[in-house]
Nanobody, 126 residues
């Protein structure tokens, strides 16, 4: 059974940094597009960032551009989300997602992804 396992969440003060990791188990995702989404209390899950299989193309939602960086190490089968200059409005559960099949592109829609992790909580205090 394929599982995506996120880690690295926690409590941080505004202006601080966190790095999230996503390490799939059950299979390798080194040839798959990957994404990060988040869901704040009372809100819908929203796209944050995505990366193509080679790591050569990335895409970000406007609110995190310049502060967050998505990357991957295919030798470790791991995807990262480096989050800097965190704001209270970044508080949410962050989810890792993987798209089935090989692709050179990035994706931004929830339905573009086939596999999801359980999420990791990120809380930014003011």
């Amino acid at each position: 059974q394929v599982q995506l396992v996120e880690s690295g969440g926690g409590l941080v003060q505004a202006g601080g940094s966190l790095r999230l990791s996503c390490a799939p188990s059950g299979r390798t995702f080194s040839r798959n597009a990957m994404g990060w989404f988040r869901q704040a209390p009372g809100k819908e899950r929203e796209f944050v960032a995505s990366i193509n299989w080679a790591g050569s193309d990335t895409y970000y939602t406007v609110s995190v551009k310049g502060r967050f960086t998505v990357s991957r190490d295919n030798t470790k089968n791991t995807v990262y989300l480096q989050m800097n200059s965190l704001k209270p409005e970044d508080t949410a559960v962050y989810y890792c997602a993987a798209r089935r099949g090989v692709s050179d592109y990035t994706f931004t829609q929830h339905d573009d992804f086939n596999y999801w992790g359980q999420g990791t909580q990120v809380t930014v205090s003011s």
